[in-house]
């Protein structure tokens, strides 16, 4: 059983970044992928980002391509997704996530995940 933490998560104006970090119980999680959901106020839970156990792999909603980062750091059982160039429709509860997934397509499907943390809040200000 992996259990998963975030954190990082805060107030930030627009414009502004975040770093989130996702940290892992376990040693096995250096052979899971990861991934990054967030889920808005009234909305369903949306992928974000998603990396494969080596980080070999990576895909990114398109909302998010160009502004926010996931990277792993195995050694430390931790992912991380950096978020610059923040915006109000970035405001959510972020979720990491973790599942035996290794293409781009399986990343982005929730009911591919074994374990999931208890979410994060990031809210951005106009």
């Known amino acids: 059983q992996v259990q998963l933490v975030e954190s990082g998560g805060g107030q930030v104006q627009a414009g502004g970044s975040l770093r989130l970090s996702c940290a892992a119980s376990?040693?096995?999680?250096?052979?899971?992928?990861a991934g990054w959901f967030r889920q808005a106020l009234g909305k369903e839970r949306e992928f974000v980002a998603g990396?494969?156990?080596?980080?070999?792999?990576?895909h990114y909603a398109d909302s998010v391509k160009g502004r926010f980062t996931i990277s792993r750091d195995n050694a430390k059982n931790t992912v991380y997704l950096q978020m610059n160039s923040l915006k109000p429709e970035d405001t959510a509860v972020y979720f990491c996530?973790?599942?035996?997934?290794?293409?781009?397509?399986?990343?982005?499907?929730?009911?591919?995940?074994?374990?999931w943390g208890q979410g994060t809040q990031v809210t951005v200000s106009s």
């Open positions: 990396t494969s156990w080596s980080g070999g792999t990576i």
């Open positions: 996530a973790a599942g035996k997934l290794y293409t781009a397509q399986a990343m982005g499907l929730s009911d591919l995940y074994d374990y």
């Open positions: 376990e040693g096995t999680f250096s052979t899971y992928g």
